[in-house]
């Protein structure tokens, strides 16, 4: 029951605050009610009986990934765009009908396959613990734990480089 | 009713289109980024709905590596976003149109 309340309640919170986000003026209060809309996500990961998953998405996403988003907007300073006044170009107003339409279909389509609408079957013990997730990550998926380590790596190296401030050197 | 797989399809689908949507509609590339960040933010809650349905951990794994992937986006993505607003001081994506010309 709780379960429910709790999907419901963060998922609704969590679109309206995706909506907020795309239709706000400032950088400002877009990146704030995305972090809002991610703290909501940790929700959603607890309703799927995930609570490693939820914390992470705290920390990294909520944490990490937005408080840089809000470092570079306060280090750019200009949140607000003048060349957005301008009103929207005429095809757009069809596209805000595709969320509405692709929830239609995905649920129509999902409602003709028998198990879709079944609650998931028992669950293995300690699933979604620390333990069985890591273990999963250091055995079965290692080379892709390594390759994302280096996909890290070479972020670290390309940011570092586009970022330096190029000096006016003697011999040039 | 507990909530079946088709509720978080749903949810994710509207997520995802709603980040697709602010990367057609808007013009500022850092709303643009965000919006970037809330599909990868979709895609994470259906492996995570898939993984709770099969009784599998793989896709928490894969929600890992996702988190991972969008930390590199937008290290990479304000990185270049910073110099470009050093060279034009704008981030307007209609004014960077050298390549186009």
């Keep these: 029951m709780w379960e429910i309340i709790l999907f419901y309640f963060c998922g609704g919170l969590m679109l309206i605050s995706g909506i907020m986000m795309v239709a706000s003026r400032s950088a400002v209060v877009a990146a704030c009610w995305l972090i809002f809309g991610f703290l909501n996500a940790a929700g959603i990961f607890a309703t799927l009986s995930?609570?490693?998953?939820?914390?992470?998405?705290?920390l990294?996403?909520?944490?990490?990934?937005?408080v840089l988003f809000l470092f570079v907007i306060m280090m750019l300073q200009s949140p607000v765009l003048e060349a957005e006044r301008r009103p929207l170009s005429g095809w757009v107003w069809p596209a805000l009908l595709l969320p509405p339409a692709a929830i239609a279909i995905t649920v129509i389509g999902w409602m003709r396959v028998p198990m879709a609408l079944q609650p998931a079957e028992s669950l293995p013990a300690g699933f979604g613990k620390v333990e069985m997730v890591a273990e999963l990550l250091l055995n079965k998926y290692l080379l892709a734990f390594e390759l994302i380590s280096i996909v890290l790596l070479i972020a670290i190296i390309g940011a570092l480089s586009l970022g330096r401030v190029e000096r006016r050197l003697p011999w040039r | 009713m507990a909530i079946s797989l088709t509720h978080y399809l749903a949810l994710a689908t509207a997520l995802f289109l709603t980040g697709v949507l602010g990367v057609l509609v808007r013009r500022n590339a850092l709303i643009m980024l965000m919006s970037i960040e809330l599909m990868l933010s979709a895609t994470n809650i259906v492996f995570a709905a898939f993984s709770r349905h099969w009784g599998d951990l793989s896709g928490h794994v894969f929600v890992l590596m996702n988190f991972a992937v969008a930390a590199a986006e937008a290290a990479i993505g304000l990185a270049i976003l910073v110099?470009?607003?050093?060279?034009?001081?704008?981030v307007n994506v209609d004014e960077l149109k050298i390549l186009m010309e």
């Design chain 1, 60 to 66: 990294v996403y909520a944490g990490a990934i937005m």
């Design chain 2, 83 to 90: 110099e470009i607003y050093r060279r034009r001081r704008s």
């Design chain 1, 50 to 58: 995930a609570p490693f998953l939820a914390v992470l998405q705290v």
